[in-house]
């Protein structure tokens, strides 16, 4: 069916309609968070699909013009670069360098297309709707120009606080978190993508001898070895008291509060403060270079701590962002030793080319043999990672660009103040603390593909920064017509200084690739250069949503450029969505080979079915259970619950001949039919309401229940016998036209839902209906009928309703089926509540299968009350008082305690001539009924802002004349199961004949026009048949039922 209806969309060209139908209209702007299509899609990017669609889908029916509604791709960065690497089986920026970056970028820019197909598939077989031959690129020449552009708009721009000013886009040698094995540094948001894992890390307890004095050490504890190769110097706390111990015949420096760490006996000989130490040299560990300056003393620094370690802090500023201030302030030198790849270089003799990390055990090693170790063990702590890569993070001093975020945090939190968050809690929570904090963004990147950040240098230092291609023509002469700004012809662009007229080359860097997509909402127009006005009309854009990570992603860079650039909030509505687990709440993964491939649930269930479980099985931020099995249960819970009341309508409808389209509309009198468009219409308000609110599951989980229970499981219960009857009066009709009504608008609520089905069920509906629109979805979204709702209508059928499944309960407590007829039902209740109910008795009465049903607002007939106090809520409340109030308690009539709960909701008792106040959380009811009755689970009726509690109860006596009609019924139930083995249409005449015994037999004919009515039997005799025969043990009976269609 789904395939089909996409043949029908796409011959048709409905989605270029809904276009042009809404053109004009309030504009809706939307923006594709781009992924890159160098991976196959997963569950997850279904999931992001599903949701931006449904959304797109119900703002084009109220009449919205969504726009630009085109798809988009992330082409640029370490994802693709890595992916490349792998195939080429590259593992070094070396190694790209020897392949030749020319061709490794045009690896790049293949790779990164390699899945497109794929994705434009999986995106059409969702039902996603989203222009995928249009969409905008982050590799065009136009994307590239307008990120330039913005780029020099942050170069021009500058700061002043406390004294220090600067551009917005700056240069600086400073420590940042670098990924050695991608052989670049990384963002704050980059970093955060990546996350911390559990890393066991060398932790040990230096000794630094101190200069001049025999046997006196510094106490320095340290997780990473190798950067002990460059240390420069110790850091103490000025304010923090330290002792003097000996131990063993060695004395050591250490903060009085960290002593604990010492092991064994020692003997504290001074106690003084940390400034006292400042000046103070030692003799360095290693000495493989000359320092440029003064090195190897005590400095003083606030960021020294007493939770952990000695408070001794080994400085090694190329490996600490803390370390470097330091050394910024003292003038201490920088002794790198690392190179960019993260190993050791050749001065450090001992330990050159190893790895950082390998090179740990073996300065540990060297450290213990020269006795300069005080303790040794293993840590595991938290250790950022390469978000790309998975490689270790290292602290790491090197030259890079970066963007002065940190003087807009509070226009980025001022900002963010104007954006709806969904969920909520995200606003001030996980994003807004993130923003709280932010970081000076560290925009260069020391790779390969990408933007290339647009600044040219000359050898005395002069920086021109280029916005724009015409700009870079002014400075180097003609671009060649085929110019492409990528690296690394772009490189070759060379030009005069206009300052000192050295030749300008440009930086070697490309730029964050999170840049890129940041500027999406005015790099996919090509502004400044094109679409002027365009962009105005579509900033800030109205929703975006992607999944949860972005809250450091894609959400903070959008945020982070259009407040630096615009001084704007980027998004007015953002929907964080959670991820995808498997069934037993695991992250996916090829490993685990717990990865669902979309593409068989679409093969085996439908797109529609996983699109349904994706918006009503939990709110969109919370993490989703996913498999198969679930996607199926939710099919058939609801969508085949849908197509069942499709069906009977249709198939009655065809044998009736009844056309919705001609002659009046009936006059509706059926209490039924008022309370069925009153329920459509107030869910259609809710449905509008919840989905103007993004709040999805709510939309979806109204229509479940909707379709489900009231519709289905309850109308359509209780209407089936107006349906079959022979003559079309206006009670038939009435329920014809109704229940036609409620499929049409049902059909249009769900089409942003499940736009497949939906369209399968319009396009029959609509047969004959010469206005109707070629597609469901070229219809408007419902508008509720106000003079059709009846809001107490539809809470006495509610209360209905609650009191049928209450009546349910109570035969099974007793183990009495639905199909056994009873004599009586009891609603006991204040007499208000049961004049709601009075009108609807025959609902309720046909429900639960009784004669009557009964009326009293005298629970002690029918009813046995016993309470107890609830000490947990007693003694809080009344403390000392609590005892004696619970022995009271006992001592009251228990009817009168929980009448009196149950109508005021309270209960006033005296003890010791005090007077007490309890609530119902104070005592805990129970019920029994009493005598041949049975009673099911209380009912709590609000209404008016009261509350009270209905009870139901049935008498379960069975008598003569019911167990016969019992035994009818369940003949019916037999005969209609072998209907259905048969394969025979719903509405097919049958012959029936029962062989059993002369008795039984006589029993059943007493029944006989029922059971031929239920069962659409013209005949119903005794004795053997020709046709389809069983046997049926029916209450230790046995029978041999025969069915032949007419």
């Known amino acids: 069916m789904e395939e089909k209806i996409l043949r029908f969309w796409k011959e048709r060209d409905i989605f270029g309609k809904v276009r ?169 948001h980059e970093v955060a993508l990546g996350g911390y894992k559990d890393t066991a890390d060398p932790s040990i307890h230096v000794k630094f001898r101190v200069k001049g004095e025999e046997n006196t050490y510094f106490l320095v504890w340290t997780t990473t070895p190798w950067t002990l190769l460059s240390n420069v110097a110790l850091a103490v706390h000025p304010d923090l008291e330290y002792l003097l111990v000996e131990q063993d015949g060695e004395r050591y420096i250490l903060a009085k509060s960290l002593q604990m760490l010492l092991e064994g006996s020692y003997r504290v000989l001074k106690t003084f403060k940390g400034r006292e130490l400042e000046g103070v040299e030692y003799e360095p560990l290693y000495q493989f270079v000359k320092p440029d300056g003064r090195a190897w003393y005590v400095v003083l620094g606030d960021f020294v701590t007493e939770t952990e370690g000695t408070g001794v802090v080994h400085i090694a500023p190329a490996f600490g962002p803390e370390d470097f201030e330091v050394a910024k302030k003292y003038k201490l030198p920088v002794i790198q030793l690392v190179d960019e790849a993260g190993r050791i270089k050749d001065e450090a003799e001992p330990f050159k080319g190893l790895y950082v990390k390998d090179a740990d055990r073996k300065i540990v090693d060297d450290l213990q043999s020269r006795g300069l170790l005080y303790k040794v063990g293993t840590l595991v702590h938290p250790y950022p990672h390469c978000w790309r890569c998975d490689s270790p993070l290292l602290y790491y001093a090197i030259e890079t660009w970066y963007i002065k975020m940190s003087v807009l945090r509070d226009m980025l939190v001022e900002n963010n103040e104007k954006v709806n968050w969904y969920p909520v809690y995200f606003k001030r929570g996980r994003f807004g603390k993130f923003i709280e904090e932010a970081k000076d963004w560290a925009l260069s990147r020391n790779r390969f593909w990408g933007t290339p950040l647009p600044v040219w240098t000359c050898p005395r230092g002069h920086h021109v920064c280029i916005g724009s291609y015409d700009e870079l023509e002014r400075y180097a002469g ?31 860097y490309v730029i964050d690739c999170w840049y890129d997509s940041g500027a999406a909402p005015f790099a996919q127009y090509h502004y400044p250069f094109e679409n002027v006005e365009l962009f105005k009309e579509t900033f800030p854009v109205t929703f975006i949503t992607e999944a949860v990570d972005q809250c450091r992603g894609w959400f903070y860079t959008l945020h982070a450029v259009a407040t630096a650039i615009f001084g704007s909030h980027a998004y007015e509505n953002v929907l964080s969505l959670g991820h995808i687990l498997d069934e037993q709440g695991r992250k996916m993964s090829k490993s685990r080979g717990n990865v669902v491939d979309p593409n068989v649930i679409f093969r085996n269930v439908g797109a529609d079915s996983m699109r349904w479980y994706f918006f009503v099985s939990s709110p969109p931020w919370i993490p989703k259970r996913f498999s198969e099995r679930m996607v199926v249960e939710t099919k058939n819970h609801f ?107 049902l059909t249009r609520l769900l089409a942003p839902f499940i736009p497949f089905t939906a369209e399968a069920i319009y396009q029959n509906l609509s047969k004959g209906d010469e206005k109707a629109a070629e597609s469901i979805h070229l219809t408007d979204f419902p508008e509720p009928v106000d003079e059709e709702v009846d809001l107490d209508l ?37 007499e208000n509540v ?29 009813l046995t009350y016993s309470v107890k106090p609830n000490l947990k809520s007693l003694g809080p409340k009344f403390k000392g008082e609590a005892k004696r109030i619970a022995e009271q308690l006992s001592k009251e009539n228990p009817e009168k305690v929980a009448v009196s709960l149950e109508e005021k909701g309270e209960f006033t008792l005296s003890v010791d001539g005090k007077t007490f106040t309890l609530t119902r959380e104070d005592v805990d009811v129970s019920v029994e009924a009493k005598g041949s009755y049975a009673i099911g689970e209380p009912v709590t009726y609000v209404r008016d802002g009261g509350r009270t509690t209905v009870y139901l109860l049935v008498n379960v006596e069975i008598t003569d004349e019911l167990r016969k009609e019992a035994l009818a019924r369940e ?63 029916i209450d230790r009976v046995k029978m041999t039922i025969t069915v032949r269609a007419k």
């Not at 330039?148 to 220090?164: A, P, V």
């Not at 110019?483 to 030749?503: I, L, Q, R, S, Y």
């Not at 009465?845 to 049903?853: P, Y």
């Open 20 to 188: 042009m139908l809404r053109k004009g209209g309030r504009k809706f702007v939307f923006l594709e968070g781009p992924p890159t299509a160098n991976g196959l899609p997963h569950v997850g990017h279904v999931l992001t699909r599903c949701m931006k669609d449904v959304v797109l889908r119900f703002r084009t029916m109220i009449g919205d013009d969504v726009v630009p509604r085109i798809a988009g791709w992330d082409c640029h960065g370490l994802p693709v670069e890595i992916e490349v690497e792998k195939e080429l089986r590259l593992n070094s920026k070396r190694d790209i360098e020897v392949f030749g970056v020319e061709r490794f970028n045009e690896m790049c820019k293949m790779s990164v297309f390699k899945y497109e197909r794929e994705w434009v598939k999986m995106t059409e077989r969702t039902g996603t709707w989203l222009d995928m031959e249009h969409p905008y690129v982050t590799l065009s020449k136009e994307y590239i120009e307008s990120v330039w552009w913005s780029l020099k708009q942050l170069w021009e721009k500058t700061w002043e606080k406390g004294g220090e000013k600067g551009r917005m886009l700056y240069k600086d040698y400073y420590v940042v978190l670098y990924c050695p094995r991608c052989g670049t540094p990384l963002s704050s």
């Open 478 to 508: 003609r671009l060649p017509d085929d110019f492409d700004p990528h690296k690394p012809k772009v490189d070759a662009v060379t030009f005069p200084c206009p300052e000192c007229g050295e030749t300008m080359e440009r930086e070697p």
């Open 639 to 745: 969508l085949n619950t849908l197509w069942n009341v499709y069906f009977f309508y249709v198939a009655n409808a065809n044998i009736d001949e009844f056309n919705p389209h001609a002659g009046e509309k009936p006059r509706v009198t059926s209490e039924l039919d008022r309370w069925l468009l009153s329920r459509l219409s107030t869910l259609t308000k809710t449905v509008r309401r919840e989905m103007e609110n993004y709040m999805i599951h709510k939309a979806a989980r109204a229509l479940d229940e909707f379709v489900v229970d009231e519709l289905s499981n309850w109308y359509l219960r209780r209407s089936r016998r107006r349906f079959w009857r022979n003559e079309m009066d206006e009670d038939k009709r009435s329920a014809y036209h109704t229940l036609y009504r409620t499929l049409e608008t």
């Open 794 to 830: 539809e809470k006495s059928m509610e209360l209905v309703i609650r009191l049928a499944a209450s009546g349910r309960s109570a035969r099974a407590s007793r183990g009495v089926k639905l199909r056994h007829p009873l004599r009586e039902a009891v609603v006991v209740a204040q």
């Open 834 to 862: 049961l004049r709601d109910i009075a009108p609807l008795e025959e609902y309720l009465r046909d429900e639960l299968n009784v004669k009557e049903v009964n009326y009293s607002t005298s629970p002690g007939d029918y």
């Open 971 to 1033: 003949v019916v139930r037999r005969i209609q199961a072998m209907r259905k083995e048969m394969n025979l249409d719903f509405m097919q005449k049958i012959e029936v004949a029962v062989e059993c015994d002369p008795a039984v037999f006589r029993e059943i004919e007493e029944h006989l026009e029922y059971i031929k009515g239920e069962t659409l039997a013209e005949t119903l005799t005794h004795g053997k048949g020709e046709g389809y025969s069983k046997e049926w043990v």
